[in-house]
């Protein structure tokens, strides 16, 4: 039975109430999504005044710290190819790095070389916070930048859950913007599945932020035309899901590493 009422002379039935209420409830959890949109500006606009919109508002300094002092699940694919990379690597940019978890949690496993440049690229309150604590821990080769595209040159590119809140449509994208093409590229924790890619609105608890969900041929493919091949793939299940929006949902994250031929 579906029960109607008015509000203000409009019909309104009790299973569009339940419905809005249910989407309300998911939305506000932390990390759901809501809308499909084209691109960032699209998904930006369409975002809920009630929050400020983008990492920068977050004031995030002080999250994953438990992560600096411990690997996690997900972090030892990484480690492994990482490590045969530093073989013949002296510099590394890692995309939305925050104030070093991995180059911390990392070093507990991997011989990091006294040559090793570690450049961390992230916001500005987080890149200050960054080098605030890499100069109390006398990290001389932990670097930040807010600006990605002066880095010299690199020869490896890590990004840790991070691609899907930068405004790149695909990896190549982001690489066509550096001056040097990185030997190595390791991604992990990333939203990439089978269908088209689209981006949506996330809410990270105290902001909202665009968010890209990838096509994972056409991240391959864009890759692989500019020169690299992929050596290995691996996934982090979790749930993704969009209210009123099924055929967007897929069930692990993924990680990938490739290496320029």
């Known amino acids: 039975m579906n029960v109607s009422f008015s509000v203000h002379g409009k019909p309104v039935t009790l299973s569009r109430v339940a419905q809005a209420i249910r989407s309300r409830i998911f939305v506000e959890k932390i990390n759901a999504c809501r809308g499909v949109f084209d691109d ?3 998904a930006a606009r369409a975002a809920p005044k ?6 920068e508002e977050a004031h995030s300094n002080n999250w994953y710290m438990s992560k600096m002092s411990a690997l996690q699940l997900e972090d030892y694919p990484v480690v492994f190819w990482l490590r045969e990379a530093l073989k013949e690597s002296r510099s590394l940019l890692e995309i939305g790095g925050h104030i070093g978890e991995a180059f ?8 990091y070389s006294p040559e090793l440049s ?3 690229f992230d916001v500005p309150s987080i890149a200050a916070a960054g080098t605030s604590l890499a100069k109390e821990r006398g990290c001389t080769h932990l670097h930040f930048t807010t600006h990605p595209e002066e880095t010299v040159g690199v020869d490896i590119l890590l990004a840790c859950g991070a691609i899907q809140y930068l405004d790149y449509r ?10 040097i093409r990185p030997r190595h590229i390791l991604i992990n924790t990333t939203p990439i599945y089978d269908g088209p890619s689209f981006v949506t609105i996330q809410n990270i608890g ?5 968010y890209r969900v990838f096509n994972r041929d056409e991240m391959v493919q864009e890759l692989d035309a500019v020169g690299y091949t992929l050596v ?5 299940e979790r749930k993704f899901r969009i209210p009123r929006h099924p055929e967007k949902s ?4 993924s990680g990938l590493y490739f290496r320029l031929r």
Do not use: N
């Not at 911390?104 to 011989?111: G, K, L, S, T």
């Open 40 to 42: 960032f500006e699209t």
């Open 50 to 55: 009630s929050k400020p919109l983008g990492y």
């Open 104 to 111: 911390y949690a990392f070093q507990r496993v991997i011989d």
């Open 118 to 120: 570690w450049t961390i």
């Open 170 to 179: 695909t990896p190549a994208h982001m690489i066509a913007a550096l001056r």
């Open 206 to 210: 105290s902001v909202y932020c665009p």
């Open 232 to 236: 290995d793939s691996w996934r982090k």
């Open 250 to 253: 897929f069930d692990h994250y």
